[in-house]
């Protein structure tokens, strides 16, 4: 019976969102109290050009395309720390440059053959276990940096100055957190794509991190509000046939209005 | 009990100097505050007296050693602004922190430092649920909870009212009283002054040392002069 439930064509994708439904707004979660939402939509771009390289040399599009985000993060961080407060504008325009660059190596590549729809907005009904392998992976790497570093995350988002002065190596803290990141966008590619993750890095944390008491707490409501998120999407995109990843980025907006308001 | 002892420091950033030829002590167990306008160079001395940076020229010790290697001696209380007062955090989360890098980690080191700046009845609040001086305290009971024997508070009553700020400097008042050494960063030139043991003026110098009557007289017969410190 358990055999027959699983051969079904919806399981593996249900499955897969599901996770990447908890996973992303989890990690949302950091990111939002650390202030690096912006690097994670430039992280969520940059995966592009080397998702495409990988796939030209018949390497896993997952490692590359990790690859290739952490290199646009330390690209943008560094020429960041030449603009003098300007850093949005840094980051924005290698954002634009390096999905610019993964757009162009396609006609360059020759005879390479990438749907680029599904990398940018998710394939949902595509998916095989190779996906599920890539979630459960970024799934370890943000348990693991929980395991290692929660209370370095705690003092760094809430006090970087203080908690460089104190000792913490935050420059390594915020690479393994950059490091993570890439994982999850490389991971929920086939979910919502890596356009559209920032709207499930976003949305449901906003939720989660109202009235949490503690990061942890706030990374545990968001997951349950991303898994709720995500089913609804899913139901939603069988019942009307429709793509799930835009319909799961649509719900994030339709979502927003229900935020209240912080009461003190 | 540890005296704070700074020998003609000097600082700058890139070609600017910041800090020329300070000389400083600290004693144990006195209340000081150290008064100059915008860009006077506070902050940047108490992140030389805390270790975050390195004096260009002099030295820092406390009593007879080195600052180096006994920096967690002190501990520095930041602005407010470099705080993410959204952070989902409790009272006693942030004042947790303090110890993060302490070898002996003590849950009632967090408790004693909650009791001392009077927030032990919000411990589990969340921070971004507590008033502009109940945050203000937090922050202090955190500092307090390094296990450092002198306090640098950068800017503390800045953004209070007037009976917030009066609180806070009666705590820290007391603070001294028990035997803590307090150094702390103002705007204020007015009577608030009067609550220091002591009261450092500077403009990128020391312009004044001394109680607070003998720093008011001096600067009074420096403006006389016609040289206009605070702006």
Known sequence: ???????????????????????????????????????????????????????????????????????????????????????????????????????????LLGSLRVDLESILFGDLLAVGQADLIRSLLAATALLLLLKTSYQKLVYIGLDPEGAAASGLNVSSVRLALGFVTALVVVSSMAAVGVILVIGLLSAPALFGLNHAPSLHSAMVRSAGYGFLLTFIGFLLSIGFNLSPGPLIGVLCLLSLPFLREKSK | MTNLIAKSLSFSYG???????????????????LVGPNGAGKSTLLRLLQGQLIPHEGKIFLDEHPLGANRSQVSLMPQRSSINWNFPITTEGLVALGQVNAANKSCCKTEASLQRVGLIALAKKRLDSLSGGQQQRALLAKTLAQNASIFLLDEPCAALDPPSREQFLSIIRQLAEAGLTIFVSSHDWGQALNAYDKVITLDRTVLAFGTPEEVRSKLQSISSMGNHCCG
Do not use: Y
């Open chain 1, 1 to 107: 019976m358990l055999e027959a439930f699983f051969t079904n064509w919806w399981v593996l994708p249900f499955l897969i969102a599901l996770l990447v439904g908890m996973l992303c707004p989890a990690t949302g979660a950091v990111l939002i109290t650390h202030r690096r939402l912006l690097q994670a939509n430039l992280i969520s771009h940059a995966v592009v050009p080397g998702i495409v390289l990988a796939l030209a040399i018949g390497v896993d599009p997952s490692l590359g395309g990790m690859l290739s985000g952490l290199v646009g993060a330390l690209v943008a961080e560094r020429l960041s720390s030449k603009s003098k407060g300007n850093n949005e504008g840094v980051i924005n325009t290698v954002l634009a440059g390096t999905l610019g660059l993964g757009v162009l190596l396609i006609p």
């Open chain 2, 15 to 33: 070609k600017e100097s910041v800090l020329k030829d300070i000389s400083l002590e600290l004693k144990t167990g006195t209340l000081t505050a």
